[in-house]
Protein backbone atom coordinates (compact mmCIF):
# COMPACT_ATOMS: atom_id res chain seq x y z
CA UNK A 1 0.00 0.00 0.00
CA UNK A 2 1.44 3.37 -1.36
CA UNK A 3 1.16 6.56 1.40
CA UNK A 4 -1.62 7.86 -0.71
CA UNK A 5 -4.26 4.92 -0.43
CA UNK A 6 -3.30 4.71 3.13
CA UNK A 7 -3.88 8.01 3.97
CA UNK A 8 -7.48 7.59 2.84
CA UNK A 9 -9.85 8.37 3.29
CA UNK A 10 -8.95 12.33 3.30
CA UNK A 11 -10.83 15.63 3.99
CA UNK A 12 -9.86 19.38 4.32
CA UNK A 13 -11.12 22.77 3.53
CA UNK A 14 -8.78 25.14 2.28
CA UNK A 15 -9.69 28.58 1.33
CA UNK A 16 -10.98 29.29 -2.26
CA UNK A 17 -11.92 32.93 -1.99
CA UNK A 18 -13.28 35.74 -0.96
CA UNK A 19 -16.72 36.74 -2.24
CA UNK A 20 -16.96 40.41 -3.70
CA UNK A 21 -18.75 41.32 0.08
CA UNK A 22 -15.67 40.26 0.99
CA UNK A 23 -16.88 36.76 2.56
CA UNK A 24 -14.51 33.79 3.20
CA UNK A 25 -15.49 31.01 1.01
CA UNK A 26 -13.87 27.16 1.55
CA UNK A 27 -13.28 24.49 -1.10
CA UNK A 28 -13.60 21.46 0.58
CA UNK A 29 -11.76 18.48 -0.47
CA UNK A 30 -12.99 15.02 -0.27
CA UNK A 31 -11.14 11.99 -1.34
CA UNK A 32 -11.26 7.75 -1.14
CA UNK A 33 -9.69 4.97 -2.77
CA UNK A 34 -11.45 6.23 -6.33
CA UNK A 35 -13.36 9.51 -5.99
CA UNK A 36 -12.10 12.96 -5.03
CA UNK A 37 -14.83 14.98 -4.44
CA UNK A 38 -14.71 19.34 -4.14
CA UNK A 39 -17.62 21.40 -2.94
CA UNK A 40 -17.39 25.03 -1.80
CA UNK A 41 -19.18 27.17 0.09
CA UNK A 42 -21.35 29.13 -2.36
CA UNK A 43 -24.43 27.47 -3.25
CA UNK A 44 -22.96 24.18 -1.67
CA UNK A 45 -21.91 23.74 -5.17
CA UNK A 46 -20.00 20.92 -6.63
CA UNK A 47 -16.94 22.49 -7.93
CA UNK A 48 -15.14 18.97 -9.38
CA UNK A 49 -15.72 15.28 -9.11
CA UNK A 50 -12.55 13.30 -10.77
CA UNK A 51 -13.66 9.30 -11.50
CA UNK A 52 -11.44 6.84 -12.99
CA UNK A 53 -12.24 5.63 -16.59
CA UNK A 54 -11.52 2.10 -17.89
CA UNK A 55 -7.87 2.74 -17.64
CA UNK A 56 -7.65 3.96 -14.19
CA UNK A 57 -7.20 7.61 -15.42
CA UNK A 58 -8.94 9.80 -13.04
CA UNK A 59 -11.08 12.85 -14.99
CA UNK A 60 -13.50 15.31 -13.88
CA UNK A 61 -17.13 14.71 -15.08
CA UNK A 62 -18.85 18.10 -13.35
CA UNK A 63 -18.56 21.72 -15.26
CA UNK A 64 -17.66 23.53 -12.98
CA UNK A 65 -15.73 27.32 -12.52
CA UNK A 66 -12.00 27.37 -12.07
CA UNK A 67 -12.33 30.65 -9.69
CA UNK A 68 -15.01 32.13 -7.26
CA UNK A 69 -15.68 34.79 -9.65
CA UNK A 70 -17.64 32.19 -12.01
CA UNK A 71 -19.75 31.01 -9.51
CA UNK A 72 -20.66 34.98 -8.35
CA UNK A 73 -21.44 35.44 -11.85
CA UNK A 74 -23.40 32.63 -13.00
CA UNK A 75 -26.15 32.69 -15.01
CA UNK A 76 -26.88 28.02 -15.39
CA UNK A 77 -26.87 27.59 -11.89
CA UNK A 78 -23.63 25.09 -12.26
CA UNK A 79 -23.68 22.32 -9.72
CA UNK A 80 -25.47 24.33 -6.94
CA UNK A 81 -28.79 23.17 -4.76
CA UNK A 82 -31.39 25.27 -5.98
CA UNK A 83 -34.27 26.18 -3.75
CA UNK A 84 -36.16 26.05 -1.69
CA UNK A 85 -38.43 24.96 -4.65
CA UNK A 86 -36.56 24.09 -7.57
CA UNK A 87 -37.86 24.53 -11.04
CA UNK A 88 -40.48 27.19 -12.06
CA UNK A 89 -43.32 28.01 -10.48
CA UNK A 90 -45.69 29.83 -12.55
CA UNK A 91 -47.11 32.97 -11.34
CA UNK A 92 -44.38 33.72 -9.36
CA UNK A 93 -46.42 33.14 -6.75
CA UNK A 94 -48.21 30.72 -4.47
CA UNK A 95 -51.32 30.45 -2.09
CA UNK A 96 -51.04 28.49 1.33
CA UNK A 97 -52.86 28.31 3.96
CA UNK A 98 -55.04 31.09 2.60
CA UNK A 99 -52.66 33.35 1.94
CA UNK A 100 -50.65 34.59 -1.15
CA UNK A 101 -46.78 34.71 -1.19
CA UNK A 102 -45.25 36.36 -4.17
CA UNK A 103 -42.01 35.60 -5.18
CA UNK A 104 -39.15 36.85 -7.72
CA UNK A 105 -40.15 36.75 -11.29
CA UNK A 106 -36.62 36.18 -12.82
CA UNK A 107 -37.93 34.11 -15.58
CA UNK A 108 -40.61 35.48 -18.18
CA UNK A 109 -43.05 36.20 -14.96
CA UNK A 110 -42.39 32.99 -13.54
CA UNK A 111 -39.91 32.23 -10.57
CA UNK A 112 -37.06 29.90 -11.75
CA UNK A 113 -35.29 27.76 -8.85
CA UNK A 114 -36.81 30.12 -6.38
CA UNK A 115 -35.05 33.58 -7.72
CA UNK A 116 -31.50 34.98 -8.67
CA UNK A 117 -30.54 34.17 -4.73
CA UNK A 118 -32.32 31.36 -2.88
CA UNK A 119 -30.22 28.70 -1.67
CA UNK A 120 -28.12 28.79 -5.80
CA UNK A 121 -27.00 31.77 -4.17
CA UNK A 122 -26.37 31.87 -0.13
CA UNK A 123 -23.37 31.14 1.53
CA UNK A 124 -23.23 28.21 3.12
CA UNK A 125 -21.61 26.72 6.33
CA UNK A 126 -18.81 23.51 4.98
CA UNK A 127 -17.49 21.58 7.13
CA UNK A 128 -15.32 18.30 6.15
CA UNK A 129 -15.86 15.11 7.60
CA UNK A 130 -13.57 11.61 8.00
CA UNK A 131 -14.41 8.72 10.52
CA UNK A 132 -15.26 4.93 10.43
CA UNK A 133 -13.60 4.68 6.51
CA UNK A 134 -15.92 7.21 5.10
CA UNK A 135 -15.21 11.07 3.97
CA UNK A 136 -17.74 13.89 3.06
CA UNK A 137 -18.75 17.68 3.13
CA UNK A 138 -21.71 18.80 5.61
CA UNK A 139 -23.54 21.72 4.46
CA UNK A 140 -25.92 23.96 6.48
CA UNK A 141 -27.64 26.65 6.11
CA UNK A 142 -30.48 28.79 7.78
CA UNK A 143 -32.88 31.48 6.57
CA UNK A 144 -35.21 34.07 7.87
CA UNK A 145 -38.89 33.97 8.31
CA UNK A 146 -39.84 35.44 4.41
CA UNK A 147 -36.47 35.24 2.64
CA UNK A 148 -37.50 34.60 -0.77
CA UNK A 149 -41.09 35.28 -0.69
CA UNK A 150 -41.19 31.34 1.09
CA UNK A 151 -43.14 31.89 4.63
CA UNK A 152 -40.90 29.28 6.72
CA UNK A 153 -37.44 30.26 8.46
CA UNK A 154 -34.47 27.88 10.16
CA UNK A 155 -33.97 25.69 7.37
CA UNK A 156 -30.79 23.28 7.65
CA UNK A 157 -29.71 20.82 4.47
CA UNK A 158 -26.62 18.64 4.44
CA UNK A 159 -25.22 16.79 1.71
CA UNK A 160 -22.84 14.17 1.23
CA UNK A 161 -20.36 13.54 -0.54
CA UNK A 162 -21.52 10.91 -3.64
CA UNK A 163 -24.94 10.61 -1.58
CA UNK A 164 -27.10 13.95 -1.28
CA UNK A 165 -28.63 13.37 2.27
CA UNK A 166 -30.93 16.77 2.65
CA UNK A 167 -32.79 17.25 5.93
CA UNK A 168 -34.84 20.59 7.07
CA UNK A 169 -37.14 21.90 9.52
CA UNK A 170 -39.29 24.88 9.11
CA UNK A 171 -40.91 27.61 11.64
CA UNK A 172 -43.91 27.98 10.05
CA UNK A 173 -45.68 25.79 7.26
CA UNK A 174 -43.64 26.43 3.84
CA UNK A 175 -43.31 25.21 0.38
CA UNK A 176 -39.48 22.97 0.65
CA UNK A 177 -38.75 21.01 -2.84
CA UNK A 178 -34.71 21.55 -3.34
CA UNK A 179 -32.30 19.77 -6.11
CA UNK A 180 -29.10 19.13 -7.22
CA UNK A 181 -28.33 21.10 -10.37
CA UNK A 182 -24.69 19.47 -11.45
CA UNK A 183 -23.56 18.92 -15.12
CA UNK A 184 -22.80 16.12 -15.76
CA UNK A 185 -20.31 14.66 -19.02
CA UNK A 186 -18.89 11.07 -18.26
CA UNK A 187 -16.43 12.03 -21.27
CA UNK A 188 -14.41 14.24 -18.80
CA UNK A 189 -12.73 17.91 -19.46
CA UNK A 190 -12.05 17.11 -23.25
CA UNK A 191 -15.23 16.13 -24.19
CA UNK A 192 -16.94 18.37 -25.48
CA UNK A 193 -20.47 16.67 -25.70
CA UNK A 194 -23.05 14.41 -24.32
CA UNK A 195 -24.09 13.50 -27.78
CA UNK A 196 -21.74 10.34 -27.41
CA UNK A 197 -23.58 9.43 -23.92
CA UNK A 198 -26.18 6.64 -23.28
CA UNK A 199 -29.05 7.79 -21.00
CA UNK A 200 -31.89 5.65 -19.36
CA UNK A 201 -35.02 6.77 -17.33
CA UNK A 202 -37.09 4.30 -16.08
CA UNK A 203 -40.35 6.68 -16.61
CA UNK A 204 -43.38 6.02 -18.37
CA UNK A 205 -44.46 9.37 -18.23
CA UNK A 206 -42.96 13.06 -19.09
CA UNK A 207 -44.59 16.74 -18.36
CA UNK A 208 -44.68 18.42 -21.43
CA UNK A 209 -44.00 22.16 -20.90
CA UNK A 210 -46.26 24.99 -22.21
CA UNK A 211 -45.18 27.83 -23.96
CA UNK A 212 -43.68 29.72 -20.96
CA UNK A 213 -41.52 26.68 -20.14
CA UNK A 214 -43.91 25.84 -17.70
CA UNK A 215 -44.64 21.76 -17.01
CA UNK A 216 -47.91 20.41 -17.56
CA UNK A 217 -49.43 17.45 -16.51
CA UNK A 218 -47.87 14.09 -17.16
CA UNK A 219 -48.34 12.40 -20.49
CA UNK A 220 -47.10 9.04 -21.93
CA UNK A 221 -43.75 8.62 -23.10
CA UNK A 222 -44.55 5.81 -25.47
CA UNK A 223 -43.75 7.06 -29.24
CA UNK A 224 -42.09 10.03 -28.32
CA UNK A 225 -38.65 11.15 -27.90
CA UNK A 226 -38.84 11.50 -24.45
CA UNK A 227 -38.88 7.72 -24.45
CA UNK A 228 -35.44 6.55 -22.24
CA UNK A 229 -36.45 3.54 -21.11
CA UNK A 230 -33.83 1.69 -22.96
CA UNK A 231 -29.89 3.07 -23.34
CA UNK A 232 -30.06 5.60 -26.02
CA UNK A 233 -28.06 8.87 -27.04
CA UNK A 234 -29.50 12.60 -25.03
CA UNK A 235 -28.78 13.68 -28.42
CA UNK A 236 -31.67 15.58 -29.92
CA UNK A 237 -30.87 16.31 -32.94
CA UNK A 238 -32.99 13.78 -34.71
CA UNK A 239 -36.34 15.11 -33.16
CA UNK A 240 -35.04 18.84 -33.68
CA UNK A 241 -38.86 19.86 -35.59
CA UNK A 242 -40.94 17.78 -32.44
CA UNK A 243 -42.47 20.92 -30.85
CA UNK A 244 -41.50 19.85 -27.39
CA UNK A 245 -38.02 19.59 -28.34
CA UNK A 246 -37.77 22.95 -30.14
CA UNK A 247 -39.50 24.62 -27.08
CA UNK A 248 -37.13 23.23 -24.35
CA UNK A 249 -34.04 23.90 -26.97
CA UNK A 250 -33.53 20.53 -26.60
CA UNK A 251 -34.15 18.26 -23.53
CA UNK A 252 -35.62 20.35 -20.54
CA UNK A 253 -38.52 17.92 -19.05
CA UNK A 254 -39.44 16.19 -15.67
CA UNK A 255 -39.85 12.35 -16.36
CA UNK A 256 -42.21 10.92 -13.58
CA UNK A 257 -40.24 7.88 -11.88
CA UNK A 258 -41.57 4.26 -12.21
CA UNK A 259 -39.84 3.16 -9.04
CA UNK A 260 -38.46 6.05 -6.63
CA UNK A 261 -37.08 5.20 -3.26
CA UNK A 262 -36.65 1.69 -4.22
CA UNK A 263 -33.13 1.52 -4.18
CA UNK A 264 -32.38 -1.27 -5.87
CA UNK A 265 -32.28 -0.81 -9.18
CA UNK A 266 -30.92 2.49 -10.78
CA UNK A 267 -33.66 5.11 -12.13
CA UNK A 268 -31.32 6.52 -14.24
CA UNK A 269 -28.42 5.04 -15.79
CA UNK A 270 -25.87 7.06 -18.04
CA UNK A 271 -22.92 5.71 -19.80
CA UNK A 272 -19.85 7.06 -22.04
CA UNK A 273 -18.53 4.04 -23.84
CA UNK A 274 -15.74 5.93 -24.90
CA UNK A 275 -14.30 5.88 -21.15
CA UNK A 276 -16.24 3.41 -20.14
CA UNK A 277 -17.83 4.93 -17.12
CA UNK A 278 -21.13 4.08 -15.96
CA UNK A 279 -23.08 6.16 -13.52
CA UNK A 280 -26.38 5.10 -11.81
CA UNK A 281 -28.55 6.98 -10.07
CA UNK A 282 -30.89 6.30 -7.20
CA UNK A 283 -33.17 8.46 -5.41
CA UNK A 284 -36.35 8.93 -3.41
CA UNK A 285 -37.31 11.58 -4.99
CA UNK A 286 -40.82 11.32 -7.72
CA UNK A 287 -39.50 13.10 -10.41
CA UNK A 288 -36.36 13.82 -12.78
CA UNK A 289 -35.65 16.93 -14.63
CA UNK A 290 -33.36 15.94 -18.03
CA UNK A 291 -32.06 19.48 -18.78
CA UNK A 292 -29.09 18.81 -21.83
CA UNK A 293 -28.33 22.63 -21.21
CA UNK A 294 -30.10 24.43 -24.30
CA UNK A 295 -29.14 27.65 -22.88
CA UNK A 296 -25.72 27.00 -21.82
CA UNK A 297 -23.32 30.08 -24.10
CA UNK A 298 -20.21 30.78 -25.64
CA UNK A 299 -19.40 33.28 -22.99
CA UNK A 300 -19.47 30.64 -19.97
CA UNK A 301 -15.79 29.30 -19.28
CA UNK A 302 -15.81 26.38 -17.51
CA UNK A 303 -13.35 24.10 -15.75
CA UNK A 304 -10.71 22.74 -18.57
CA UNK A 305 -11.24 25.58 -20.59
CA UNK A 306 -14.19 25.05 -22.64
CA UNK A 307 -17.06 27.14 -23.60
CA UNK A 308 -20.74 26.92 -22.72
CA UNK A 309 -22.79 25.39 -25.49
CA UNK A 310 -25.88 23.46 -25.96
CA UNK A 311 -25.20 19.85 -24.67
CA UNK A 312 -21.75 20.73 -23.54
CA UNK A 313 -23.52 18.32 -20.51
CA UNK A 314 -26.61 17.21 -19.11
CA UNK A 315 -27.71 17.79 -15.38
CA UNK A 316 -30.17 15.25 -14.05
CA UNK A 317 -32.29 16.93 -11.25
CA UNK A 318 -33.57 14.23 -8.73
CA UNK A 319 -36.65 16.78 -7.52
CA UNK A 320 -40.10 17.17 -6.31
CA UNK A 321 -43.45 17.42 -8.89
CA UNK A 322 -41.75 20.53 -11.22
CA UNK A 323 -44.61 23.61 -10.82
CA UNK A 324 -46.64 21.68 -8.46
CA UNK A 325 -47.28 24.75 -6.59
CA UNK A 326 -49.21 25.74 -9.70
CA UNK A 327 -50.89 22.33 -10.83
CA UNK A 328 -53.58 21.75 -8.64
CA UNK A 329 -53.62 18.22 -9.11
CA UNK A 330 -50.43 17.47 -7.83
CA UNK A 331 -49.57 17.49 -4.55
CA UNK A 332 -47.65 20.65 -2.68
CA UNK A 333 -44.26 20.18 -1.09
CA UNK A 334 -45.53 21.46 2.33
CA UNK A 335 -43.11 20.92 5.19
CA UNK A 336 -45.27 22.09 8.17
CA UNK A 337 -43.56 22.84 11.80
CA UNK A 338 -42.56 19.66 14.06
CA UNK A 339 -41.82 17.86 11.02
CA UNK A 340 -38.33 16.92 9.47
CA UNK A 341 -37.73 17.26 5.45
CA UNK A 342 -35.46 14.63 4.29
CA UNK A 343 -34.93 13.26 0.61
CA UNK A 344 -32.01 11.37 -0.40
CA UNK A 345 -29.97 10.42 -3.85
CA UNK A 346 -27.21 8.29 -4.54
CA UNK A 347 -25.20 8.19 -7.39
CA UNK A 348 -22.48 5.20 -8.20
CA UNK A 349 -19.92 4.41 -10.55
CA UNK A 350 -18.14 1.72 -12.36
CA UNK A 351 -17.22 0.96 -15.33
CA UNK A 352 -19.43 -0.29 -18.31
CA UNK A 353 -18.92 -3.38 -19.96
Not at 68 to 85: I, K, Q, R
Not at 106 to 119: K, P, V, Y
Not at 301 to 313: I, K, M, T, V
Request: contains cysteine.
Amino acid sequence: MNDYQSSLPFAESTLFGRTSRGENVYLHTVKNASLILRCIDVGAAVHSLEIPDRDGVPGNILLGYDGLSGYEEDTCWCGVLCGPVAGRIGGASFTLNGSLHCLEANDDGSCLHSGSTGFSRSLWHGEVFSASGEAGVRFSLSTLPGQWGFPGAIYTLKPDSLSLVMKARASEPTLLAPAFHGYFNLGGESSLSVADHRLAIDADRFMPLDVQHLPRMPESVEGTPFDFRTLRSPDHAPWKADPQIKLGKGYDHPFLLNSPGDFRTPDIVLEHPGTGRRMEVFTDQPACVLYTGGSLISSQRFSGGRSGAPALALALETQWYPNAAALPDLPKPVLFPRETYESSTRWSFSIGQ
